[in-house]
Structures are given as C-alpha cells and as structure tokens.
C-alpha cells in the first residue's frame, strides 16, 4: 500500500445546516479506510470561528466536539491554511479536502474558491456549479434552457416582500392557486421551507424563507411522488439507481429528513417502470451537466400523480452523507458501500485537480 494521503475534513458553519453536517461528517469519518487516509478534522462554529479536533469522532454529531477543539484566531486560521508553503516537516501539506458544509458558506462556491486560490484538490463540484446549484432561481432558469422540464415559478426579493407584503401576497395568489411553496433561493436541506393553503401561511411562509436569504421563490404545488437520484463522476458522470421518498408530514421539511427518528420512508428502489426510471436517471446527467458539475450531486424530481410526467427540483452539490442519507443510500445499493464511494469521490477530487 502507498503513502496515506492527509485529508482534512472540513465540517459545521455559520449556515441554517450546521446540525446536519455534523451528522454528514461524522458517518463520513467513521466510514473513511484508515489504512488510507490520515484524517484531519477542522470544524467551523456556528460564529464562523475555524477549529482544529483531534478527539472521538463521534463528538462531532452533538456538537460537544467544541469544548475539546483548539480554537484559531484568525491568522492561526491563515497560516493553518497556507501550511503547504512552509518549509518546516512538523507542518504536514493537505493533499486533498472534503468540504462538508451544507449550505451558504460551504456549499455555494465561497470555500470553494478559497481551495482553488489555495491550490488544493477538495471533493465535489467547483465553484461556478456549486454557486448555481445552491441558486435554485438561476439553476432552474439553465434547467430550463438545456430543455429539461421544471415547475412554474416566481421569484421575489426580500426587499419588495418587506415593503409591500399585501401586494407580494395578492402577486402571488394572481399567479397561482393554493397551496403554493416558498424558498429561500439559497438554503438546502428543506431550511425555510414552507408550504402555504391561505394568505395567513402565505404571509407567515414568506417572513420564514426572508430569515434566511435576500432572494425567495414562490412555487406551484405539484401533487406528486418525491423522487431522488444520485450523479456521480467528472467528465462522464453516471447515475445510480432511482429511489423514492415517502415524508412522514404534508412534504420532506427539515424535521421529516434528520429528526423524526425514521418515521420517513426511503423505498430503494423505488417502485417504478424501467422507462420512467431511465427518463429521470437521463435527466439527472443532463442537469448535472448543464451546471458543469464534477465529482457528486444529488438530484431531486416530482413525479406528478396521474400524469406521471417528471418535473426536476433541484440539483444539491454536497448531498446528505448522514446514516438517512438517500445519496450514499442509493449508491450502497448500487454495490459500492460509504467507504467505497468516498475513495472514489477522493480519486475524482485529485483527477480534476491534475486536468
């Protein structure tokens, strides 16, 4: 066996998510071949504040991981960062980073770029696809050019919505019937979502989604099945197997993925015909591609009941790698197990890294 790489796996941030990727980092470490890697874990605190945790792993999911970690100013941060340039052998070079951080300020291009000026491999989507893929107005608008079908939609600002609530509300319901959904534009894991019968939970729906961005979508209710399917790879990305979601509330919020103690339903495979399974494994490659991602996404579609036409949701660039998680899930199936699919997400990370 050759020399282990040193792989740091970033975790937590400032963003609504922060709880699930420390769940997300944990299975990840846990699954991680430590003949392989050497592991270095850096979390980041809800306050933005950088940390370096040499304890149990599995302190990371509660968050009590913190009262053992050595916090960093902000020029420890730095040097920490560029210790690559520094000549000194006490201080080892990342080879490859594995950014787990849902959300605003990790999965949206930012650290991204900071990897990219740092000039180290890291796992996942670069920094244009993983801003569109956490933009869901301007992703669905390049779904839309590249011929893919997507629901009826309309966006808001923050800004209009707070200056004129009643006539935001009266634009809205004059574009569509209830129930109507709202979005934050740039929040995952279902964070802010809501789903609103009458102008009271419209209203209420869209002070929620202003809480967490400057930019809101207002989306038509479809009546469907909720499907989900994982991309994998870099120049040619293949898809895995088609699985389904059956949420244990009204539609999959964030209490329904991570904390109702497996009351949600994940049917792998779901129980589809072969043509409409290939129809959304197609459509998935096609959006990944339509972003330019690299290396993982999850995507997600409605199935309408009794049209059974497909619509595409949404593109996610650092899915759920949590023990529920239907991206790891799917390809666990497909015969390739945590462990696997993070070596070979760390192959994909250097193979881009060298084109």
């Known amino acids: 066996m050759g020399e282990r790489l040193n792989v740091a796996v970033v975790f937590g941030g400032k963003s609504g998510e922060h709880e ?17 890697y050497n592991i270095y874990m850096m979390g980041i605190t809800k306050q933005g504040k950088w940390m370096t945790y040499k304890g149990d792993v599995n302190k990371i999911i509660d968050g009590s991981w913190e009262e053992e970690a050595a916090g960093l ?25 594995f950014p787990v951080l849902h959300g605003p300020n990790g999965e949206d291009g930012t650290i991204q770029g900071l990897f990219e000026m740092l000039d180290i491999p890291y796992v996942g989507c670069g920094v244009m696809a993983s801003a569109l893929g956490m933009d869901k107005d301007f992703s669905k608008q390049l779904f839309g050019r590249a011929g893919l079908p997507v629901g009826d939609y309309i966006v808001m600002l923050k800004e209009d919505i707070n200056k004129d609530m009643a006539y935001a509300a009266g634009t809205i319901e004059g574009k569509f019937a209830y129930p109507v959904f709202i979005k934050p ?18 209203i209420d729906g869209l002070t929620e989604a202003c809480r967490y961005d400057r930019k809101i979508l207002i989306e038509e209710n479809i009546n469907c099945r909720e499907i989900e ?25 964030y209490e329904a993925k991570y904390f109702d103690d497996g009351k949600s339903v994940l049917v792998i495979p779901a129980e589809l015909p072969d043509n409409k399974i290939q129809e959304i494994r197609e459509i998935a490659v096609k959006a990944y591609k339509s972003l330019g991602c690299c290396g993982m996404a999850r995507v997600d579609f ?5 049209t059974e036409k497909v619509y595409l949701n949404e593109l996610n660039t650092i899915p759920g790698f ?30 881009r890294y060298n084109e």
């Open 229 to 253: 399917c994982s991309v994998l790879g870099n120049n040619d990305p293949v898809a895995s197997g088609v699985g389904e979601i059956i949420p244990s509330k009204e539609f999959y919020d």
């Open 73 to 97: 100013d902000k020029e420890e941060t730095i040097n920490l960062l560029f210790s690559g340039i520094f000549d000194d052998e006490a201080k080892k070079k990342i080879d490859v980073v």
């Open 302 to 306: 409605f199935l309408e009941k009794g």
């Open 322 to 351: 949590t023990k529920i998680s239907m991206y790891p899930k799917l390809w666990d199936t497909a015969g390739l197990s945590c462990g696997k699919l993070i070596d070979r997400l760390i192959e994909l990370a250097i193979e």
């Open 185 to 202: 534009a740039n929040m995952g894991s279902s964070v802010g979502i809501t789903k609103a019968h009458n102008r009271k939970e419209l």
């Open 20 to 36: 699930v990727s420390l769940m997300s980092a944990t299975n990840i470490i846990n699954a991680m071949d430590k003949e392989k």
